[in-house]
Structure formats: structure tokens, C-alpha cells
């Protein structure tokens, strides 16, 4: 196992490196650049914003300015921010990044205690009431865009009940303590939902689709006829089996997650990672754009990853050899 660990972490080096080429690329194609993307002072000579461009190296050729890049960044060194008066890239992001992951965190929690066991109750009680009701908040979870889902549940549930905040993290900067922990929980709560109404529908259709898969598989069948209990049956043989998939979706959900929270983000006000992505790609802050870019591409990579270790967790069928 610790081989194969090992191989795919080797196998990650040409990923990252096409990964990149693929973020400077992209940010390179994109029109403009940060003394054309917002509203320059007239008053200023024209010339001034020459001498910068040529100061941040921008008017050198693509391949001089990825390979500055690239030493740059394997030295730790993200840049500085254009838009953001020279600050740090590295400081703006890990400014951001916690609350963006925890956000993320809480919306997989949310996803996987709610998907998982309706989709094996669906599978265990199939065209039932209970079934046809989660088949069809399945195809409304997944029809409805997640910004539009958003605004419902800041008017609904902020505006018009006021359970929740509609926007922030926390409610004061006086709060401390247990109390701050509850209250950023408390502001978790509708973009948490927002961001994983369309994973909670996904998991729930491939949960009930695979465990209706396994129990008609010929060894469970087998282990119904020694006199096995249902839920020996269901929990130690079919369920281990059907999660595979689930494993499958985690490990990309790991990424998605990072990077879908852009719009919700923004939907909800939230100082994450998503607000300054946005923010930057308005005023073409081509440092931030292409650092958060490539944080997303890394999250995605590991999540894949951790997806790959632990199929032997849940499988020991699976080999590595």
C-alpha cells in the first residue's frame, strides 16, 4: 500500500506541473491586464503605468514570465497582490483560507448525514412514499442553481423568520470563545446548505442506485439464505460495497467544494476564498487569480488521492500491485 501511496504521489509531479502551465495559461489568454482591467487616474502620464508594467516583468515574453513564476512559487513565494496595495498573496489567501474550508467542512458534513442514510432507506423501502418524496427533491436539489437557492433561503429563513444571518462570519469581533464558536456556527448554516443542496441530491441517488445494486448481488443473497439478520446483511456486507461510489464523489467533492464556494460565497457575502477570487478577476489581480487557481487544482489532486487510500479501507478486495 505504502508503494503505491509513494507512486501516486510521483504521478501528482507531471499533474501539477500540467496544472501550471493550464493556470498561467489561462490567466495569460484573459484580456487586459491590471492597468486596463479598472478606472485609471486620466491625470496620470500614460507612461507611468508603462514603467510598471515593465517593473512587474508583464511586458516580458510568456515563457520568461512562467518560468519567474514557477521559480517563485517553488520557493514559497506567491507574489504580491497588484490590486491590493503589494500585499502579499500568501497573506491575502491564509487571511481567507479557513473560513472558506470550514465552510466547505461543514457543507460535506451536512451532505453526507443527510444524503447517506435516506439513500439506504430509499433503497430498502423502494417506491415508497418516502422514496418517491427523496427521488424528487433528488431532481429539484440538482435543477435548482445554487445562487438561486441562496437567495431563497436569505429571504425565507434571514429576512423573513430572521433564524439565521445573511451574511459574515461572526456576528461581533467582541465574541470569544464558545460563544464565537456557536455564532460561527450559526452563520455556517445557510451557505452550508446552499453550497451542498446539489451534493446532498447527488449522494443521495447514488447511495439508494448502489445499495439497490448490492442487495441483488448473488452473495448477499447467500448470506440472507445462512439466516443472516437485515441489517447484518445491510450494514457489514452491503453497505462497505455501495460506499465505493460515494468514495468515489468525496474525493472529487474534496476540490469542488474549495472552488464551488466562489458563487456562494459571493451570494452570501462570506470573506472566503471564492469573494477574492471574484474580486480579483474584476480588477485582473493576475497574481491572486493564478495562486487561488492553483490551490483549487491541488485540492482536487490530494482529494482524488485520499479517494484511492481508502478504497482498500472499505474494500480489501481492491489490490495495489
Not at 183 to 198: C, E, K, Q, Y
Amino acid at each position: 500500500m505504502y508503494k503505491y501511496i509513494i507512486r501516486r504521489i510521483l504521478v501528482f509531479i507531471p499533474m501539477l506541473f500540467a496544472l501550471t502551465v493550464m493556470v498561467f495559461a489561462l490567466a495569460q489568454a484573459a484580456p487586459g491586464d491590471p492597468f486596463t482591467g479598472r478606472m485609471l487616474d486620466p491625470t496620470v502620464n500614460p507612461e507611468v503605468y508603462q514603467q510598471q508594467r515593465e517593473a512587474l516583468g508583464l511586458n516580458d515574453p510568456y515563457p520568461v514570465q512562467y518560468m519567474n513564476w514557477m521559480k517563485n512559487i517553488l520557493q514559497g513565494d506567491f507574489g504580491n497582490s497588484i490590486y491590493y496595495n503589494g500585499r502579499s498573496v500568501l497573506e491575502l489567501i491564509s487571511q481567507r483560507f479557513a473560513n472558506t474550508l470550514y465552510l466547505g467542512l461543514f457543507s460535506l458534513t451536512i451532505t453526507l448525514v443527510v444524503s447517506i442514510p435516506i439513500g439506504i432507506y430509499s433503497a430498502k423501502k423502494p417506491y415508497s412514499i418516502l422514496d418517491y418524496a427523496t427521488t424528487g427533491f433528488g431532481f429539484l436539489g440538482l435543477a435548482i442553481p445554487n445562487f438561486f437557492f441562496g437567495l431563497i433561503a436569505i429571504y425565507i429563513f434571514a429576512i423573513h423568520f430572521g433564524w439565521f444571518p445573511s451574511q459574515g462570519t461572526v456576528s461581533s469581533n467582541d465574541v470569544t470563545g464558545f460563544a464565537e464558536l456557536i455564532d460561527r456556527l450559526h452563520h455556517l448554516v445557510l451557505p452550508g446548505i446552499t453550497l451542498g443542496l446539489a451534493g446532498t441530491a447527488t449522494y443521495m441517488r447514488y447511495m439508494r442506485s448502489e445499495v439497490l445494486d448490492v442487495l441483488g448481488s448473488d452473495y448477499i443473497r447467500t448470506a440472507k439464505a445462512k439466516g443472516m439478520s437485515s441489517n447484518n446483511v445491510l450494514y457489514k456486507h452491503t453497505l462497505r460495497n455501495a460506499l465505493i461510489p460515494i468514495i468515489t464523489l468525496m474525493g472529487i467533492e474534496f476540490g469542488v467544494l474549495v472552488s464551488g464556494a466562489v458563487i456562494t460565497e459571493q451570494v452570501f457575502n462570506f470573506p472566503g476564498l471564492g469573494t477574492l477570487f471574484l474580486q480579483s478577476i474584476t480588477n485582473r489581480d493576475y497574481p491572486v487569480i493564478m495562486s487561488i487557481n492553483l490551490l483549487f487544482g491541488v485540492f482536487i489532486l490530494v482529494g482524488n488521492l485520499l479517494a484511492d487510500i481508502f478504497y482498500c479501507v472499505v474494500d480489501p478486495r481492491i489490490r495495489y500491485d
